[in-house]
T-cell receptor
Framework: RKEVEQDPGPFNVPEGATVAFNCTYSNSASQSFFWYRQDCRKEPKLLMSVYSSGNEDGRFTAQLNRASQYISLLIRDSKLSDSATYLCVVNGAGGGNKLTFGTGTQLKVEL | NAGVTQTPKFQVLKTGQSMTLQCAQDMNHEYMSWYRQDPGMGLRLIHYSVGAGITDQGEVPNGYNVSRSTTEDFPLRLLSAAPSQTSVYFC?????????????FGPGTRLTVL
């Protein structure tokens, strides 16, 4: 089993739709969790951290379920500019204090 | 602030050649890392540094060397390039308070080894 696993997609959604991504991690001792966004042929950038209580930033909501070892990202009212690859990142997934990156989920928002 | 800068943006090498990928940051971050990104795989940590003079191996260190003589610079050396090292290389930095939290990435170096 991969340490951090994501559905690669692509998720093709119309503008204005709500879309959700899940990510599972294998190490129950993992310490912290993040979603990064990566545009085509660009560097990853932090989108948001994921807290146990869940957190929201505008149209984006992140949730953590430690019991089931997954995190989720919900995007409401999708915009064309949301088209990108979303990387699930876990600190401690591979043991130790290091970041493990998922392979990413590709989102395409269409007119 | 320029943030994290990397040079070159693109490079083609022949098998056996050596080269150095440059990385610099102007945010006074103590922590710097090198990752490689390959299709179908997540970013993988090559080497990292927690401060000037201190480096350590990541997940895939073989074939690469690093040094950290200053806070700003963290070059990655390929000793004898192999086709398996064809990849996109990202340098990242973060500050003491968010060591393994928010990573600031450079724009990447696309390396092809023939």
């Amino acid at each position: 089993r991969k340490e951090v696993e994501q559905d690669p997609g692509p998720f093709n959604v119309p503008e204005g739709a709500t879309v959700a991504f899940n990510c599972t991690y294998s190490n129950s001792a993992s310490q912290s969790f993040f979603w990064y966004r990566q545009d085509c042929r660009k560097e990853p950038k932090l989108l948001m951290s994921v807290y146990s209580s869940g957190n929201e930033d505008g149209r984006f909501t992140a949730q953590l379920n430690r019991a089931s070892q997954y995190i989720s990202l919900l995007i409401r009212d999708s915009k064309l500019s949301d088209s990108a690859t979303y990387l699930c990142v876990v600190n401690g997934a591979g043991g130790g204090n290091k970041l493990t990156f998922g392979t990413g989920t590709q989102l395409k928002v269409e007119l | 602030n320029a943030g994290v800068t990397q040079t070159p943006k693109f490079q083609v090498l022949k098998t056996g050649q050596s080269m150095t990928l440059q990385c610099a940051q102007d945010m006074n971050h103590e922590y710097m890392s090198w990752y490689r990104q390959d299709p179908g795989m997540g970013l993988r940590l090559i080497h990292y540094s927690v401060g000037a003079g201190i480096t350590d191996q990541g997940e895939v260190p073989n074939g690469y060397n690093v040094s950290r003589s200053t806070t700003e610079d963290f070059p990655l050396r390929l000793l004898s390039a192999a086709p398996s090292q064809t990849s996109v290389y990202f340098c990242a930095s973060s500050n003491r308070d968010s060591h393994w939290d928010e990573q600031f990435f450079g724009p990447g170096t696309r390396l092809t080894v023939l």
